[in-house]
């Protein structure tokens, strides 16, 4: 599936991120819902659905097969990303978008 359209908030200090489109390998932790607390990898990112699914958050069928609960990516938080260049670059640019609001405040 790739990359997705589907936000996230993103619980960390050093990017100074509010949200960041959610991808396959990031880390998250559920916030609300039954399986809150419960952090995991992401597995998939279900686009139609608008949900993603994280690695041991599943529920076991009637027959003992093992299927995962899609979670919406809103009541989630990224605790780690998965950084590749592209990624890196969004967000150098909205770092340098940052320091920018900040001088024009100094000014006025």
């Known amino acids: 599936m790739g990359h997705s359209i589907i936000r996230a908030n993103i619980d960390s200090l050093r990017l100074q991120v509010r949200s960041i489109p959610i991808r396959k390998d990031d880390e998250v932790l559920i916030t609300r819902g039954s399986n809150k607390g419960r952090e995991g990898k992401v597995t998939s990112v279900y686009r139609l659905k608008y949900v993603i699914h994280i ?54």
């Open 55 to 108: 690695e041991r958050v599943s529920r076991e069928k009637s027959n003992g097969q093992s299927v995962p609960i899609g979670v919406h990516p809103s009541k989630c938080v990224v605790t780690k990303l998965k950084l590749d260049k592209d990624r890196e670059k969004i967000l150098d640019r909205r770092a340098k978008g940052r320091e920018e609001k900040a001088k024009r405040k100094e000014k006025a």
